[in-house]
């Protein structure tokens, strides 16, 4: 079993930096493929990056080559650097843990949820 934390989020004007962070614990967190998502007030949640065991990434559309996405087994952490900010990524974030590396961009595959971190964009 995974339980994950997630910290780091807090207010950024457009166009700056913030890093969130997720914290696992388990002694099988390097075997989960892992994720992060969002959800802004009255929107689904949805797909912002992948990181499985092997450190493939996977991006949405929306964040690529703005976010990077990275983790540390030895530390249980993933990591989300989320660079040129814009008023849109504001939205709670989420981390999860998947058991499978497939699908990874559909939040059903996820079998551990961390409670959030909100993420505001705003000047």
């Known amino acids: 079993q995974v339980q994950l934390v997630e910290s780091g989020g807090g207010l950024v004007q457009p166009g700056g930096s913030l890093r969130v962070s997720c914290q696992a614990s388990?002694?099988?967190?390097?075997?989960?493929?892992m994720a992060w998502f969002r959800q802004a007030p009255g929107k689904d949640r949805e797909f912002v990056a992948a990181i499985t065991t092997g450190s493939s990434t996977n991006y949405a559309d929306a964040v690529k080559d703005r976010f990077t996405v990275s983790r540390d087994d030895a530390q249980k952490m993933v990591y989300l650097q989320m660079n040129n900010l814009k008023p849109e990524d504001t939205a709670v974030y989420y981390c999860a843990a998947a058991a499978v590396p497939f699908r990874l961009t559909l939040s059903s595959v996820y079998n551990y949820w961390g409670q959030g971190t909100q993420v505001t964009v705003s000047s």
């Open positions: 388990g002694r099988t967190f390097s075997r989960y493929h």
